[in-house]
């Protein structure tokens, strides 16, 4: 063995061995008399499992996933990793309908891979969240394939509309939202939307979110729709695409939105928690 080999021998060992002496040294102010709490295993498996039915909007589906685990940090006492609810998250890589070419097929048809995604995540799950707005429009046919109730954002969403007692209602999501529009009318709301050339322009920066190169000028044009709705005199404005918020990002925290993707988050925890 040359000088240079023991040199780096000796370099390794004195390595290994301060490592040794870091794992076991303990801190002076560490009490053996006042350790934690027995890890409680139990506290996890006593919650409902959450499935997500994502992918459709892929930034959007690990967004939800944050927000849950935000939203359990705030409602469920800490215990290491058991004070979140279990989670199984699905992701479907294909348009949640059945499209032909590049248009979609109407009556709008749910995507027949998509229901078997539904199938399976429902046989893994207490109960579903999808983390698109859009494809609640065939929120019956995945309950049906999945044997399992979809907690839905979009009720929830007009639920707090509702208790905002909002009235003038901007929307603003690809295609104009109209999952959220559909439902106005029962409600008594007014909805206000945005011009047809800013609409395209929207739908084109949401895809670019899906892919992950969204750019300055796509949060720019979430901006231009917010002026456009506020220009209407809304009393607050829904978000109704799950990109959106990822757009507007700390300009979503004005009191004059609310947050699907967070009300469900909310809401989902809660209902494991039950």
Not at 231 to 248: A, F, H, R
Not at 253 to 260: I, K, L, T
Request: aromatic share 4%; hydrophobic share 45%; proline share 6%.
């Amino acid at each position: 063995m040359n000088t240079t080999e023991k040199q780096n021998t000796i370099s390794r060992r004195k390595l290994i061995g301060t490592l040794g002496m870091a794992c076991l040294a303990v801190p002076t102010a560490y009490s053996f008399t006042h350790q934690p709490e027995p890890h409680d295993t139990t506290r996890a498996s006593s919650m409902k499992t959450i499935g997500i039915l994502g992918g459709l909007g892929p930034q959007a589906t690990l967004d939800l996933e944050v927000q849950i685990h935000l939203a359990s940090q705030r409602l469920i006492p800490p215990q290491i990793n058991s004070g979140y609810p279990p989670l199984v998250v699905a992701y479907h890589r294909r348009p949640p309908f059945v499209v032909k070419g590049d248009a979609l097929v109407f009556p709008l048809q749910p995507d027949p891979e998509l229901l078997e995604l539904a199938k399976r995540l429902g046989a893994m799950v207490d109960f579903i969240i999808i983390a698109s707005n859009g494809a609640h429009l065939v929120q019956k046919e995945i309950e049906q394939a999945s044997g399992r109730k979809v907690l839905s954002m979009i009720d929830i969403t007009l639920e707090e509309v509702s208790r905002r007692k909002w009235h003038t209602v901007g929307v603003a999501g690809f295609k104009n939202a109209m999952v959220y529009i559909q439902k106005f009318s029962a409600l008594g709301l007014v909805p206000a939307t945005i011009d047809e050339a800013l609409q395209l322009k929207l739908d084109a920066s949401i895809m670019r979110v899906m892919e992950g190169r969204d750019t300055a000028e796509d949060h720019a044009i979430a901006l231009e729709v917010v002026s456009q709705l506020c220009k209407q005199n809304v009393d607050g404005i829904i978000p109704g695409c799950t990109e959106i918020p990822l757009l507007l990002k700390e300009n979503l925290d004005d009191v004059g939105f609310v947050h699907p993707i967070q009300l469900l988050a909310e809401a989902a925890v809660k209902q494991a928690m039950t």
